[in-house]
């Protein structure tokens, strides 16, 4: 879909500039792989919200979101495998080092943006749930990265279009994760965009995006 390509072109060129060639060639391989979900996500919250037809205005922000996802994403795969413990400890390191240049690569896209607070309250809420999950071994919790990321997405979108984020807006973003991310093609449902066209208007606004703590 075009959304999917338009996210993935944006984030390609925030990494573009990545040195040496072996890191960007390997970060580049894993965008080239991943779910565009989060980024679509933000694109159609935005078109939801007014911004139609203007998707290179915005595709910065969808990437900002994508990145920061890809980068909690691995973070937490490394956390759970732990192949320092027995398997390559070299491509681990280099993994750790693209974790943090794909998080904060997506900062700098949503630094000036009014869900640059929403893309801090994800991060800790990451923090926190790493932090228990590790303490408590509930599996559950690795849920609310989606959510939260899905979540601000929305956040992301429409604020592009000067809307502020519904708190039943918010809701409805986190709750379309099940197993994992939604496939990209859910937002290309026109069920979808309506009901996220219809939220963006709910009379009952409020800023910021809730985290893991408020599902």
Do not use: K
Not at 122 to 132: E, L, P, S
Not at 172 to 179: G, H, M, P, Q
């Amino acid at each position: 879909m075009e959304e999917a390509a338009a996210v993935r072109r944006a984030a390609l060129a925030a990494v573009d500039d990545v040195d040496p060639a072996r890191l960007r060639d390997r970060i580049e391989d894993r965008l080239d792989a991943a779910s565009m979900t989060p980024g679509v996500c933000t694109l159609v919250s935005a078109s939801a919200a007014g911004c139609d037809g203007q998707l290179d205005g915005i595709s910065d922000r969808a990437a900002g979101v994508q990145l920061i996802y890809e980068g909690l994403r691995l973070t937490r795969a490394l956390a759970h495998d732990d192949p320092w413990a027995g398997g390559d400890r070299d491509a681990a390191d280099l993994d750790v080092l693209i974790a943090d240049i794909l998080v904060s690569r997506g900062f700098y896209l949503l630094a000036r943006t009014e869900a640059a607070d929403a893309a801090v309250d994800v991060v800790r809420a990451f923090g926190t749930d790493q932090t228990v999950r590790r303490e408590t071994d509930d599996p559950t919790l690795d849920r609310n990265l989606e959510a939260d990321v899905l979540e601000l997405a929305a956040v992301a979108g429409v604020t592009a279009a000067g809307n502020r984020p519904t708190p039943r807006l918010r809701e409805y973003a986190s709750d379309l994760v099940t197993d994992g991310l939604p496939p990209v093609e859910t937002f290309a449902d026109e069920d979808v965009r309506e009901t996220l066209a219809t939220l963006t208007n709910d009379a009952t606004s409020a800023d910021g995006v809730r985290t893991s703590a408020d599902h």
